[in-house]
């Protein structure tokens, strides 16, 4: 085609995203031969009128793709964007003589568009201290072709032909991984962008301060209660309580029994009146 695809007209992912969604989800989807007879008008007849009307009814395609890259900081409506434009490069080079579906041969464009966006607007900070990082900071990018993480192989690969260390490679694609995100979420945010903005998830909701400081204040009051009520106790009532219950090796009634010559049976009794001794002091301190 020799004219520029334009086939959108009005319609574009800007402030309003609901807005636009609800308007690409009222395109109808093609049948086959809907499709086929469009593509060929396309193919052999150079028809902008069917490249608008394939472009449209695949909208809502690119936003379902979109929506998979939200993990990456970048506004949904900016990665829609790109992702239209990728369908639309797929549009044009839609060959119907293949016999596929446009939606198989558009998706490898949708996401090499959205790909490329995401590689330029990843951001840096402090990514070049040294000369080897300047060069990497420089040359890794081109040499890098997909998202996907370097195999060892292809660091080494690409250490060798930048002359540095692989190590240095390693730590550039780590750096290369991060980018900007805004605290805040966007003014007219989304359901989508809301797991993003770390405003949304950083916040532990689960407990407020003043829950938080209750809590301390209770456990700090029933230690000290407990080790009030313990040092009224017998040494002997007091020495099977610590043994049976707040040593980290505890010892068996038969243990205790063995070492001060009774039965288990009256071991059992100690600690019985023991607990019910300490349990009664630490009620009447509360």
């Given amino acids: 085609m020799g ?3 334009q ?15 609800q308007a690409v989800s009222r395109f109808s989807v093609l049948t086959a031969q809907e499709e086929q007879t ?25 936003v379902h793709i979109a929506r998979s890259y939200n993990g990456y900081g970048l506004p949904l409506g900016d990665l829609i964007q790109e992702g239209n434009v990728g369908l639309m490069k797929a549009v044009k080079r839609f060959n119907p003589e293949k016999g596929v579906r446009l939606v198989s041969f558009a998706v490898h464009w949708i996401k090499a568009e959205i790909h490329e966006f995401i590689l330029k607007n990843w951001r840096i900070v402090k990514v070049a201290t040294t000369k080897a990082q300047r060069k990497l900071f420089f040359n890794l990018r081109g040499a890098k072709k997909r998202l996907a993480w ?9 250490a060798k032909d930048l002359n540095v260390e692989v190590k240095h490679v390693l730590e550039m694609e780590g750096r290369l991984s991060s980018y900007d995100a805004a605290f805040d979420a966007p003014e007219n945010d ?41 040092q009224q106790l017998d040494e ?23 070492e001060y010559g009774i039965s288990a049976e009256r071991i059992r009794q100690l600690e019985k009146n023991a607990m019910l001794k300490v349990k009664n002091w630490m009620t009447e301190a509360a």
């Fill in 3 to 5: 004219t520029s695809l």
């Fill in 7 to 21: 086939p959108m007209g009005n319609i574009a992912p800007g402030a309003n995203l609901s807005a636009y969604m």
């Fill in 38 to 62: 469009l593509a060929e008008d396309l193919y052999y007849n150079d028809s902008l009128e069917a490249a608008r009307r394939l472009v449209m009814a695949h909208l809502r395609f690119v």
């Fill in 150 to 158: 370097l195999t060892n192989d292809e660091a080494t690969a690409i």
């Fill in 190 to 230: 989304d359901e989508d962008s809301f797991f993003v903005a770390p405003a949304h998830y950083l916040q532990d909701k689960r407990q407020n301060p003043a829950d938080l400081l209750e809590a301390a204040n209770w456990e700090e009051t029933n230690v000290n209660s407990l080790e009030n009520a313990m």
């Fill in 236 to 258: 002997r009532s007091r020495t099977i309580l610590q043994r049976r219950w707040l040593s980290d090796s505890k010892s068996t009634l038969h243990e205790l029994a063995a």
